[in-house]
C-alpha cells in the first residue's frame, strides 16, 4: 500500500468515526475538483457500506400508507397560521410541506449520496441508525430524531410509534428552516431589515424549536385554555431536553406563556427574537 492510499485510509476512518473530512481533500492528488469527487465517493461509498452491515439483522421501518405531504403539511398548519399573515402562509405551508423527509431502509442509501456535506451525510446515518436500534458510528455521534438542512427536514420513521405526548420532531424540525430559509427563496418579498422567514436569535434557535414542538403537542390536546394551561404546567414538571443548546426551564416558562396567550406563537417568536427585533417590538407597542 502507497503512502497516499494510507493516508487516504486514515481519512475514510477518520470520516466514519467523527463525521469529520479535509474541505482540500488533500489525500486524494491534485486537481481541487478531481479530488472532491474522488474524495465524495469514497467517503460516502465507505459510509454506506458502514450503514449497511451495521443495519443487518435490524428492524426496519416502514411508513404508513398515508400521504407523506399531506401529514407533514397538517403538523405544521397551525404553527404557520399563528406566525406568518394570511397573505403568506401559503407560500410557506407548500415550502414546509414539501421539505420533510423521512429516513427508511428504502432511501437512506440515495440520501447519503446525494446529501451536499459529508458531515450531514454522516449525521443523517447516525439519524437512521438510531432509529433501527444500530451502534452509532462514533463515540461522540449525537442520538437524534431529526435534522434540518438548509430548507429539507429529516425525520426518523420512529416518529409514527413516538409515545411522547410532547413530542413532535416535523414541527421541531420544521421551526428551524425559519432561520434558515430567506424569504425571497419562497418568492416572498425581503428586505434587509427581513431577510430570513422569521428573525430568531441565532442562540435562542433551539430554544424556539423545542417550545414550537412542545407547544404544538399543548395545542393539539388541550381544548380549552383551562386544559392547556394544565398540559402546559405538566409539560414543564415532565421535559427532559438533554441538549446543551437549550434550557428546559425556560423552554418550560416559554410553553406556559404560550398557552396562557391568544397566540401563542407569536409568544414564543418575541421570547425568542434577537435583542434588537425584541427593542423594535416594545418601542411600537
Not at 428573525?199 to 404544538?216: G, L, M, N, P
Request: glycine share 6%.
Amino acid at each position: 500500500m502507497t503512502e497516499a492510499q494510507t493516508t487516504i485510509a486514515q481519512e475514510v476512518e477518520r470520516y466514519l468515526r467523527t463525521g469529520e473530512s479535509d474541505s482540500f481533500h488533500s489525500a486524494w492528488g491534485s486537481g481541487l475538483l478531481e479530488r472532491a469527487n474522488r474524495a465524495k465517493v469514497e467517503l460516502r461509498g465507505a459510509l454506506i457500506r458502514e450503514v449497511g452491515l451495521r443495519a443487518e439483522g435490524r428492524r426496519r421501518h416502514s411508513l404508513p400508507d398515508t400521504d407523506t405531504i399531506a401529514f407533514a403539511r397538517a403538523r405544521i398548519t397551525p404553527m404557520v397560521r399563528g406566525l406568518f399573515p394570511r397573505a403568506e402562509q401559503a407560500a410557506v405551508l407548500t415550502t414546509l410541506a414539501q421539505s420533510v423527509v423521512f429516513l427508511t431502509s428504502a432511501n437512506i442509501e440515495n440520501l447519503l449520496l446525494e446529501c451536499s456535506f459529508d458531515h450531514t451525510a454522516w449525521m443523517l446515518a447516525n439519524l437512521y441508525l438510531a432509529s433501527i436500534g444500530a451502534e452509532l458510528l462514533g463515540a461522540d455521534a449525537p442520538h437524534l430524531a431529526g435534522l434540518s438542512e438548509e430548507t429539507t427536514c429529516y425525520v426518523s420513521a420512529e416518529y409514527f410509534s413516538e409515545d411522547d405526548p410532547f413530542a413532535d420532531y416535523i414541527v421541531h424540525e420544521a421551526a428551524h428552516i425559519f432561520h434558515n430559509c430567506k424569504r425571497t427563496t419562497i418568492g416572498l418579498r425581503g428586505t434587509r431589515a427581513k431577510e430570513w422567514l422569521l428573525e430568531i436569535d441565532y442562540r435562542k434557535r433551539e430554544t424556539f424549536a423545542y417550545s414550537c414542538e412542545a407547544y404544538a403537542r399543548v395545542l393539539e390536546r388541550g381544548k380549552s385554555p383551562s386544559e392547556r394551561q394544565a398540559l402546559a404546567e405538566e409539560y414543564g414538571r415532565v421535559a427532559r431536553i438533554e441538549d446543551e443548546r437549550a434550557d428546559a426551564g425556560e423552554i418550560a416558562s416559554i410553553v406556559l406563556a404560550a398557552a396562557t396567550a391568544r397566540n401563542g406563537w407569536k409568544v414564543i417568536l418575541a421570547r425568542c427574537a434577537p435583542p434588537r427585533v425584541s427593542r423594535l417590538r416594545a418601542i411600537r407597542s
